[in-house]
Structure formats: structure tokens, C-alpha cells
């Protein structure tokens, strides 16, 4: 399986995240409440559950009783999604403490963040907005996730976004600038295919281009997700990165090419919204962890 950089494991203050050799082959969804009994009733074999660290900041009540009964038998995955790691202002240090007592709860085998922001003037937004890849924004983006990583005592995975607009005030790639980042900073890569899939087919350029010049070596997790075709005002095609419906066949497609190159990887199926039967989602699992077994097998006869 790949190993993340040594980079990752630097900072001895860290605790390392998790052991890698033994989660590499486990597949996993997104945790939606109205899935537990089911889940009860069905288990997911090798599998582990992602959430949103915003939905558990609460002291109690329903949300964690049902979290609490799914860590009792698998392993999660702390997802963020409004740390505005990329936001100009400063980290909101009140929401900094919310999610390091997250963490700090449920001892996640992973824990990602997004690069995005989504917050501006003490305001959250609804949404993951894009960045110009610039040697001022390299730097404060640096300086965000150097702060969660010390925060949370260890570090995180950062994911690549989709994007439905470039800055024409960019200077470099978005992979040259997402390898800067772990290079600097000793996090590792949430690589999220889909979002390879949609930004590629959104601005023109090639999917597989960009997983050539993409650092895969930091790479701790795979997200797959279905998304959804539109136009655009001139009619052009346009994806959006909706989380509502099955991987596509190009999204496969690509994530076999990248466990073949880079072994077993913890891989996520995320599924926010008009939701199926917990059977319909744990069967994307399943299809992940064959394509897995499939390439594993395959490198290892080489």
C-alpha cells in the first residue's frame, strides 16, 4: 500500500493518524442517521464511516447516541467542512476548539478538511468556494493548516476541490500547488475523484493530465461521489459535485487507475442527499473494495 511522505509523520507533537498498514483495504460511506438500523441489520464488511465534524459540535442528543452505537464497531472519519482553511481572515478559533473536541471524542482514523473557503467577516457561508493558486495565498493557506494540525495534535488530510471557475490572477497549477502545501505543511491528500472528474470536465483540461502531475504519494484517502451534467449560460456542459447519486463509470474508471499506481487506500463513497436504501449505497462500497481486491491482486502478479 502507498505510505503517506514522511513529511506527514514530522512533527513528533503530533500524534501520527491512523495505522495505515491495517486500514488500507477498508471502504466506507458517508454516515446518515436514517441508515443505523439497517447498517444493525447489514453489516459493512472491511468498512468505515465518514461525518461532518459541523454535525457533532453539540454536547449531546440524538445526532451522538447514533454515532456513539456506529463507533462502537467501526472505525470514522472526521470530515470538515467550514474551517475556510483558504479564507483570508483568521481561523475562528471558537470553531477551531469545536472540532478539536470532536476529534478528541470519537479518536477518528481520519481527519480532512477541504482547500476552500467558506467563511468571511464571522460569517459561514453555505459553500466551498475556489482560491487563485498564488504564492500569498500558498502561504496563508500554510498557516491555517499548521494551526489545525497543532491545534488537534496530529495531522490532516486535505482535499482537492471542484471548481466551476479558475482566477486568471493564478500562478501556478492547482496540483503544484496542492504538493506545495504538503511539502510545507506535513499533511497529507484526501484525493476526492470525482472532483478530479467534474473540475477537468468543467474548465476543458484532462483528468488523467492532472492525476500525472498530482502528488499521489501523500495521498491517505480516496472520496468517490456521483454528481449531476448541466449546461451553462452558453450551453456549454457543466458537472456539479452533487453527492446525490451513484459513481460514474469515468469516476470508476479513474479510480482504478489510481489504486493501481498507488495500492490499497481507505475510500469513501459520499452520499448526501436524496438518499437510497442503505443496501443501494453499501453495494458503491462493495464495488470499491472488489475494484481494490481486483488491482491488488493484479499488482501483485507483476
Known sequence: MNELNRGTMAASSRRPDAPLRETAALVGTSFKHEHLPAIREDALAHGFFEVHAENYMGAGGPPHRALECIREQYPLSVHGVCMSIGGQNAIDRDHLERFRQVVERYEPMLVSEHLAWSSHGGA????????????????????????VQDTIGRTI?????????????????????????????????????????????????????YLDEFPLEYVGEIHLAGHVEQSDDEGARLLIDSHNRSVAEPVWALYQRVIAEIGQTPTLVEWDSDLPAWPDLKAQAETALQLMTTCALHAGQR
Open 124 to 147: 459561514f457561508l453555505n459553500d466551498l468556494l475556489p482560491l487563485p493558486y498564488s504564492s500569498e495565498t500558498l502561504a496563508r493557506v500554510c498557516e491555517h493548516i499548521e494551526q
Open 157 to 209: 488530510l486535505l482535499e482537492n476541490p471542484a471548481t466551476y471557475v479558475r482566477f486568471a490572477s493564478s500562478t501556478m497549477s492547482e496540483a503544484h500547488f496542492i504538493r506545495a502545501v504538503a511539502e510545507k505543511t506535513g499533511c497529507g491528500l484526501l484525493l476526492d475523484i470525482n472532483n478530479v472528474y467534474v473540475s477537468a470536465t468543467n474548465h476543458g483540461y484532462s483528468a488523467d493530465a
